[in-house]
Nanobody, 121 residues
């Protein structure tokens, strides 16, 4: 059906940068909003950033000015450029996308499997 696959996570020192990617594949008619979330150990999953199909963006206060979300509609891919990383950014990062699989179908929210980001101090 539809799959979302994240990549780009890893270990980085504080102050460093990483770029996450999330590619959607399968039976896709259209993709509406695409969103990044993260979940640190023992904490709830939290919103990080979102981008609409038209390019409008929204960020959590904790990442404003440091993270940038973008998308390539031709590739069904969303990116998260993370700069000035802090140890508190350490988490599993998940992407989610609102996807219609056909012209008459409702949009459903699909999730990726997550990618680990670890920021050392």
């Amino acid at each position: 059906q539809v799959q979302l696959v994240e990549s780009g996570g890893g270990l980085v020192q504080a102050g460093g940068s990483l770029r996450l990617s999330c590619a959607a594949s399968g039976r896709i008619f259209s993709i509406n909003g695409m969103t990044w979330y993260r979940q640190a150990p023992a904490l709830q999953r939290e919103f990080v950033a979102a981008i609409e199909s038209g390019g409008g963006t929204n960020y959590a206060d904790s990442v404003k000015g440091r993270f940038t979300i973008s998308r390539d509609n031709a590739k069904n891919t969303v990116y998260l450029q993370m700069n000035s990383l802090k140890p508190e950014d350490t988490a599993v990062y998940y992407c989610a996308a609102s996807i219609k699989t056909s012209i008459g179908a409702p949009a459903y929210l699909y999730w990726g499997q997550g990618t680990q980001v670890t920021v050392s101090s």
